[in-house]
């Protein structure tokens, strides 16, 4: 793994959250996606090396809407930036990790991701991203 790639907050309405994290951060949303595979859409932030992924839930019973309901908005995931994400997901399952998906999926921002199930990591939910090359 390469570096925290960003960290994913689950927030019930992006039109509150976006304001308050520009404020906080001290800079402006610089991209907003509707990611259909995850039933959500993000707005990114910039903070060093790193960024913030906030999500919004656009289906009633997404994983993300599911998340807020039993635990509050908050820290979703954190995401590792991967060079190969296939040999990261071969690696990582050879290494007993649960993966949520077999194969990589198209998630926001230009990435790959793959999610590894929390009870194999201590109740937290990582996604591996890898930037798809054109």
């Known amino acids: 793994m390469q570096k925290i790639e960003h960290i994913g907050i689950a927030v019930k ?4 959250a976006v304001p308050l994290f520009e404020k906080l951060l001290n800079s402006p949303c610089y991209k907003t996606e509707t990611v259909k595979t995850e039933n959500a859409i993000t707005a990114f ?35 590792f930036a ?13 290494e007993g990790f649960v993966l949520l998906s077999d194969t990589p999926k198209k998630g926001a921002d230009n990435k790959l991701i793959c999610f590894l199930h929390p009870k194999s990591t201590q109740g937290v939910l990582i996604e591996l991203c890898q930037e798809i090359k054109q």
Do not use: C, Q, Y
């Not at 309405?13 to 509150?16: E, G, N």
């Not at 960024?51 to 289906?59: A, G, N, P, Y």
């Not at 994983?63 to 807020?68: A, E, M, W």
């Not at 991967?82 to 050879?94: F, H, S, T, Y």
């Open 45 to 79: 932030f910039k903070t060093g090396d790193s960024k913030i992924e906030l999500l919004e839930s656009t289906e009633p019973g997404s994983t993300i809407d599911r998340f807020i309901e039993k635990k509050g908005e908050g820290i979703h995931h954190i995401a």
């Open 13 to 16: 309405d992006l039109s509150i």
């Open 82 to 94: 991967v060079e190969d994400i296939l040999a990261e997901m071969d690696r990582l399952k050879n």
